[in-house]
């Protein structure tokens, strides 16, 4: 089966990070915020919350994308089970960045989409860990306003690049969205992306 190519899809976000790296794939990115609040749901383990808040963000604007192509994804940072979600403000930042330091974590970084009535969930997974940090290095990271739209209070792809010692795994799941994922779920619905062009038709997953 030769894959259609698409090339434009709806982010059901305001992320200017997913909508960077959608972009550059090729693909036009119309946003459209979904509105969902990210309740807490206890009952869920981190794994399965980034699950159900992308399901909900998706949910929530398929009734304004008629049978467009829309992805939804939500990332979740995962301390021993524990999930950690954007800090509200510099004392819960700071705790958060606390906790992290010296430690390892994982990052989950879930995505639903549909196109055509057809809908297909992801969820992608990298550990990463902290180097120490001292009290100066957290308050100088939480001072330059980065933690506060972001899980676990970090972005990889930022100032607390200086903060990680290692990582195992897919960096852009822990920059918010796994594209080489998401390209592959989208050829499970036979379509594709400019930027993937050369690489349509892959050696089996490994």
């Not at 008629?66 to 524990?82: F, I, P």
């Amino acid at each position: 089966m030769v894959d259609r190519e698409i090339a434009t899809i709806v982010l059901a976000s305001a992320s200017p990070r997913r909508r960077t790296l959608l972009g550059s794939l090729g693909l036009a990115v119309e946003t459209l915020p979904s509105g969902y609040a990210e309740p807490p749901l206890p009952e869920c383990g981190p794994r399965e919350l980034a699950v159900r808040h992308a399901r909900a963000k998706l949910e929530a604007v398929l009734p304004q994308v008629g049978e467009r192509l829309v992805v939804a994804a939500d990332t979740v940072v995962d301390l021993d089970g524990v999930a950690l979600g954007k800090p509200c403000d510099v004392a819960e930042a700071t705790a958060m960045l606390q906790a992290l330091s010296g430690r390892e974590h994982v990052v989950h970084t879930a995505f639903a989409l549909a196109a055509g009535g057809r809908r297909l969930e992801e969820v992608a997974s990298t550990r990463v860990r902290f180097y120490r940090l001292s009290r100066q290095e957290i308050a100088a990271y939480v001072a330059t306003g980065e933690p506060f739209d972001k899980a676990g209070g970090y972005g990889i792809q930022g100032a607390a690049a200086a903060m990680v010692e290692a990582i195992e795994g897919d960096f852009y799941t822990v920059m918010g969205f796994p594209l080489a994922r998401f390209v592959r779920a989208l050829r499970r619905l036979g379509l594709s992306v400019p930027g993937a062009k050369a690489c349509s038709h892959p050696h089996p997953d490994r």
